[in-house]
Each structure stands twice: as structure tokens, then as C-alpha cells.
């Protein structure tokens, strides 16, 4: 069955220490890949995303994450974390012929000042 | 920036009760969705809309669910009959077309609870 996992629920570390999280999915063909962001009490917002192209995209606030096709995993990285990026990530995929989300459990990252 | 809006933000009800949640999505969007996300669970997809009807829709989405565009603004989200394992957080989104490389917007959430 086609599934997302992202493993490491809580994470904490402190500003400016890099962060890195996995996202793992289970398909063979072609997928459309996200990474979205929930803040405390606001809505869940796009990150960044991947269709085509260069397998390393940028997002917004300095994360980008790389797609590895063989690896079947589209991890998101931040070299150095402000107290700011205090949220909740979440790894997204559509895989062919759908256009519903599906998501992966989450991370709940805490950066401490 | 346009946003997707949803109300109310919380809701309480009782098993076997009719529950409406509902939707603004962005103005010139065409494309809605309903997402679900029980708590300490993955958001899960129930159901998305296009052109006046169900384009796709999960297992979850039996027949207790419907979904409607009642005007040119709302999108709702209909359950006949509540259940204890319906409580959750209700996500709304819209995507601007049929094209997948635009994101899906979402709105802040319901949280549903069924007593």
C-alpha cells in the first residue's frame, strides 16, 4: 500500500544546531512531494515542494530538502534552526493519478533559545 | 494573502447528532478537499471536489459523510450521524486548479468532538 513514514516524532535541539528529518514513502512510481509547516495555532503551509528537475529544492526561511529516488526519501534539512522554527513538519506525497495528500505522521520540533 | 476559513473552530456534540463544518475556501480556487486528523494520528484525506461533485473520496468517507457547495463561498462538510471515533480536527483546503503542482491551501481546523 502506498504510505508515508517520518520516524523521530519529537525533536529537540537548540538554536542553531541543524536539523534534519526523514520522510520515507512506499511506491514505485512517479510521486509529487511536500514538506508543510504547522505553528502553534496557525494553519498547516507549504514548505516546499517537488515535481520535476533538481532533486534539491529550496523552500522558504532557508529548509530545503532532497529528493534520492533511489532511497525513496525526500528529507528536509536547515542548517541552523531559530527559536522560530518551533512547529510541527509534515511530509506529504501525491502519487500518480491522485491528487488527494497523503501525509505522514509529523515531527514535532521544539528549538530551545 | 488569501486565506481558506473555517467555522467553528471548535465543536461539540453529541453520538448520533448531525454536524455541519464549514468552509470558505480562497476566492478563485477550484478545486476542495476535506482532511481529518484523529488525535495523535497521520492527517488523513476524506473527500475532494471539483466542478460540483465528489472527484475522488477515501474509505472513510461512508455514507454518514456528504459534502456540498451550497453558494459561490462555502464548501461544508456534513456528518448524519455522529460517532465517538469522528472526534478530531477537521482540515479544509483548496487547490487554485486541476493542475497538481499548485499547493493546496489549508484552513485552521475544526476539532470535532463527539460526546
Known amino acids: 500500500a502506498q504510505s508515508v513514514s517520518q520516524h523521530n516524532h519529537h525533536v529537540i535541539l537548540s538554536e542553531a544546531a541543524s536539523l534534519e528529518l526523514g520522510c520515507n514513502y512506499s511506491?514505485?512510481?512517479?510521486?509529487?512531494l511536500f514538506w508543510y509547516v504547522q505553528y502553534p495555532g496557525q494553519h498547516l503551509q507549504l514548505l516546499l515542494k517537488?515535481?520535476?528537475?533538481?532533486?534539491l529544492v529550496k523552500g522558504i526561511k532557508g529548509f530545503e530538502a532532497e529528493f534520492i529516488k533511489s532511497k525513496f526519501s525526500f528529507n528536509l534539512r536547515k542548517p541552523s534552526v531559530q527559536w522560530s522554527d518551533t512547529a510541527e513538519y509534515f511530509c506529504a506525497v501525491t502519487f500518480y493519478g491522485n491528487n488527494r495528500l497523503a501525509f505522514g505522521k509529523g515531527n514535532q520540533v521544539v528549538v530551545i533559545p | 494573502e488569501p486565506e481558506v476559513t473555517q467555522t467553528p473552530s471548535h465543536q461539540v456534540t453529541q453520538m448520533g447528532q448531525e454536524v455541519i463544518l464549514r468552509c470558505v475556501p480562497i476566492?478563485?480556487?477550484?478545486?476542495f478537499y476535506w482532511y481529518r486528523q484523529i488525535l495523535g494520528q497521520k492527517v488523513e484525506f476524506l473527500v475532494s471536489?471539483?466542478?460540483?461533485?465528489?472527484?475522488?473520496k477515501s474509505e472513510i468517507f461512508d455514507d454518514q459523510f456528504s459534502v456540498e457547495r451550497p453558494d459561490g463561498s462555502n464548501f461544508t462538510l456534513k456528518i448524519r450521524s455522529t460517532k465517538l471515533e469522528d472526534s478530531a480536527m477537521y482540515f479544509c483546503?483548496?487547490?487554485?486548479?486541476?493542475?497538481?503542482?499548485?499547493?493546496?491551501?489549508f484552513g485552521p481546523g475544526t476539532r470535532l468532538t463527539v460526546t
Open positions: 511506491y514505485g512510481g512517479t510521486v509529487n
Open positions: 476566492s478563485n480556487h477550484l478545486y
Open positions: 471536489f471539483y466542478n460540483n461533485e465528489i472527484s475522488e
Open positions: 483546503a483548496s487547490r487554485r486548479n486541476r493542475d497538481i503542482s499548485y499547493e493546496q491551501y
Open positions: 517537488y515535481f520535476s528537475g533538481d532533486p
